[in-house]
């Protein structure tokens, strides 16, 4: 079973359909996608309406709720704020329906089995983020698997739990599962990418191979951009496309 992981799709079209033109090359057996597919960029509906199609299940993400009323928009930054704020307008009763129904975490059982939320696996309402080793740590020892994927970062990396209770970075690019070690693995951004590297960011899990490997997709960022800034959100959103930040 091969699966392909997106999160963070924010509204850029370009770069969902990018991904989704380089999963379906890929031998991928099905999509989940872990959240965010609206806020910051211009294209809500058009994203909502592919990922629907596409994925096999989509997760809630802070800013998919923040969008209809079921986060509070004061724990948003300004720009993020505004985005949320233009978002709302242009959803149809059906897709706010549609996110406010969203679960919060996806489980599979069994060998190979995985659990998937946006943010963090324990207390996923609370929306915190995984920046540190230190916050790594203390997931990984409260967690009750030994595989967790997770997005809301938008910087894809791979944190591994070692047999002396110690977090270390196991890269950011491929991973191979050992056997007995805990993982938490972030799959990165399709539509913000925050590490620098300005190209769309996606996993794919390959449960056989216990093996996962982060995709880059170059995509039209000039068109994002530009859309953006035509639908008058703060420009900010729309130049750290082209830098990846
Ligand atoms: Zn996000």
Sequence with gaps: MRTALISDIHGNLQALMAVLEDVS?????????????????????????????????????????????????????????????????????????????????????????????????????????????????????????????????????????????RCVVAGREYLHLEPGRRYIVNVGSVGQPRDGDPRAAYAIYDQEQREVIIQRVQYDVDTARRQILEAGLPMALAERLIYGI
Aim: hydrophobic share 35%; net charge neutral.
């Design 25 to 165: 090359r890929r031998r991928v057996d099905r999509l989940i996608c872990l959240g965010d597919v609206v806020g910051y960029g211009a294209e809500p509906n058009a994203c909502l309406a592919e990922v629907r199609r596409r994925a096999k299940k989509i997760l809630a993400g802070n800013h998919d709720w923040g969008a209809v009323d079921r986060l509070d928009l004061d724990y948003f930054n300004r720009n993020a704020r505004i985005a949320a704020q233009w978002t709302r307008r242009r959803l149809s009763p059906d897709e706010r329906r549609f996110l406010a129904s969203l679960d919060i975490t996806f489980s599979q059982e069994g060998p190979g089995g995985f659990l998937a939320v946006h943010s963090t696996p324990v207390r996923p309402q609370d929306w915190h983020y995984i920046l540190s080793i230190d916050e790594a740590e203390y997931q990984l020892e409260h967690m009750d698997r030994d595989l967790c994927f997770v997005g809301h970062s938008h910087q894809p990396v791979f944190w591994q739990y070692q047999a002396d209770g």
